[in-house]
């Protein structure tokens, strides 16, 4: 039997790019740098591991360069700028993790994979796009773009106008055999960096892929269940999910089955919005042979979950 236990990592977007912090190439490595203290904890504990992240700021300034510079140069699709953000996050993970590895004198190689995430072309979602992207405007500055770039948007009351694209449910990771074999071997590998690429299956069985936007972190489930990980690491901003969340009777979640968080979000505790997909994806993960999944902050998962507060969800 194996003497590891393998596990997938999905880093927050906070990581890499905390709100109220300008978005400086600078100011994200320094912040990966920080995040690795987190992942160290894990390889030095033995585990093998696939590392997932959000990329939500990125994608969106990688969107805005394409819309001031479409004069000039080739407009480029959603999908090329998933797999774009997922080179350069990858690459700056990477290397920050792989200088860690040496200061601690570990011998493990670190590798990132573009990652192409199956998705039903037939889902909900793409007939009913809502999730926003890139930047704010006003509804006279986005009229014409929408126009121009063929976009679907919507406004958000009291704030302003954005893009929105489906944000169809990952089915399958194409790359998984690759990712599960070098997993095994013990490289740690980056993977389906903000969701990753959404494609899905022609008639003729070929792939082709679509203006999408994948959750992060049901895709870290369903590469978590495709490689066959015991367990699963959601990072977060918080130390631990609560009902009631914001009331006066709120109370944070130690430990939970799955019968029982499966109720709460029938419930209504989990917005859309904020924890609802991590608990969706925690649940997808758990019923499909995952063996626990654990809800934290990435600062508590720095200092080591021994010392510091996390839900924990189990079978």
């Known amino acids: 039997m194996a003497k590891y236990k393998t596990a997938v990592i999905a880093l927050g977007g906070n990581a890499i790019s905390p709100k109220g912090e300008q978005d400086t190439i600078a100011n994200q490595f320094r912040n990966t740098r920080k995040s690795c203290i987190a992942i160290m ?3 030095q504990q033995n585990y093998h591991l696939a590392i997932t992240h959000g990329n939500g700021p990125q994608v969106g300034n990688a969107l805005l360069r394409v819309e001031m510079a479409s004069d000039i140069a080739p407009r480029l699709p959603l999908g090329i700028c998933d797999a774009d953000t997922e080179g350069g996050m990858g690459y700056m993970i990477e290397q920050s993790l792989q200088n860690s590895l040496i200061k601690a004198g570990i011998d493990r190689d670190v590798v990132t994979l573009i990652t192409q995430v199956i998705v039903d072309a037939k889902d909900p979602s793409i007939a009913n796009p ?60 980056i993977a389906a960096g903000g969701g990753g690429i959404p494609v899905y299956i022609m008639e003729s069985g070929l ?19 495709d490689i066959g990980a015991q367990e699963l690491f959601i990072l977060t901003d918080v130390d631990q999910i609560a009902i009631n969340f914001g009331k006066n009777n709120q109370e944070f979640i130690d430990k939970i089955h799955l019968r029982d968080i499966k109720n709460l979000l029938k419930e209504g505790h989990f917005p859309p919005g904020s924890m609802g997909p991590k608990v969706q994806a925690a649940i997808n993960f758990l019923e499909n042979g995952g063996e626990s999944v654990t809800i934290t902050s990435l600062q508590t998962a720095q200092i080591g979950l021994e010392k510091g507060k996390y839900t924990r969800i189990i079978p």
């Open 41 to 43: 904890n894990f390889i």
């Open 130 to 189: 809502s999730k926003y992207i890139g930047g704010w405007y006003t509804k006279e500055e986005i009229i014409p773009l929408a126009k121009k770039f063929n976009w679907h948007v919507k406004e958000v009351p009291g704030k302003g106008w954005r893009r929105v694209v489906p944000s169809p449910i990952p089915k399958k990771i194409i790359n998984r055999k690759a990712i599960k074999h070098l997993v095994d071997l013990g490289i740690i590998v």
């Open 207 to 225: 792939y082709e892929g679509f203006d999408a936007v994948i959750d992060k972190d049901r895709a870290s489930a369903v590469l978590a269940n």
